[in-house]
């Protein structure tokens, strides 16, 4: 994997912080999931995304990798709006 290409990614990641994302998630045998949250902080390897309201916040953590490798799709905007072709380039 190009360390480079993960760069750019967290640094177009970096301009979002704050912004709502859509995450969907394959999970395989034609599963996916579509969940809604708030990109909070970007790290080294991965990202977090906040998911829910007070008082029942949680959050995940995803790879830069994840998006690299369309395992996870990212939509910043909208739903409709995907990301994941756009990062890194």
């Known amino acids: 994997m ?12 970096e301009l979002h912080i704050g912004e709502r994302v859509w995450l969907k998630a394959n999970r395989g045998r034609r599963k996916a999931t579509v969940r809604e949250g708030i990109i909070e902080s970007t790290y080294t390897s991965h990202f977090l995304v906040r998911m829910g309201e007070q008082p029942y916040i949680s959050r995940i953590s995803i790879s ?16 409709e709006h995907r990301l994941a072709a756009n990062l890194g380039k």
């Not at 190009?2 to 177009?12: T, W």
């Open 2 to 13: 190009n360390s480079n290409v993960i760069a750019d990614i967290r640094r177009d990641l």
């Open 64 to 79: 830069y990798a994840d998006v690299l490798t369309q395992s996870v799709e990212l939509s910043i905007g909208g739903p």
